[in-house]
């Protein structure tokens, strides 16, 4: 009885004195927020006079644009290294060249309506140099369908009859 004593004394002492020896690194406070790399004071910026446009209720068929104006505040060349839609029924174009320090510029913004009734929002991603390295802009709008029934086709001439004959 007394060796089972000591035993259970010894691994009860052993595993004390090996927890002590064990250092443990605190846990990090909710209120630490990883280290930012610093903002440069002179980085190109891309200030645009607006960030969504709603194109209304517009009918099916044609393409539809839209010109989204903005100006680079910043001391350094804007440099566009990248505009994405987020679907392939929504074009952008924009500028390749750098734009300069107090210039506007504009990305153009083409959705196909056709074959898309309904309502609409897209987002046009915009990746650049600027101190905001990634920006979103959007479209939106309502295709109304067409009734093909209120619409008569236009008279074709014939190819077979020649001109001004009856």
Known sequence: MQKTFLF???ITLGSVSFGQQVK??????KDDKPAQAPVNPNAATA???EESYNFGDVGEGPQITHEFKFTNNGK???ILSNVKASCGC??????K????????ATILVTYNTQGRP???TKSITITSNAATPSKVIYING?????DPAKYEPLEQPSMLSPKGTN
Request: charged share 25%; aromatic share 10%; proline share 19%.
């Open 90 to 95: 929504t074009t952008p174009s924009w500028p």
């Open 142 to 146: 309502t295709v109304e369908k067409v």
């Open 24 to 29: 443990t690194t605190p846990a990090p406070k």
């Open 97 to 104: 060249d750098p734009i300069l320090p107090g210039k506007e």
């Open 8 to 10: 259970f004394l010894l």
């Open 118 to 120: 309904g309502k609409f």
């Open 47 to 49: 200030d645009f006079k």
């Open 76 to 78: 350094e060349p804007l």
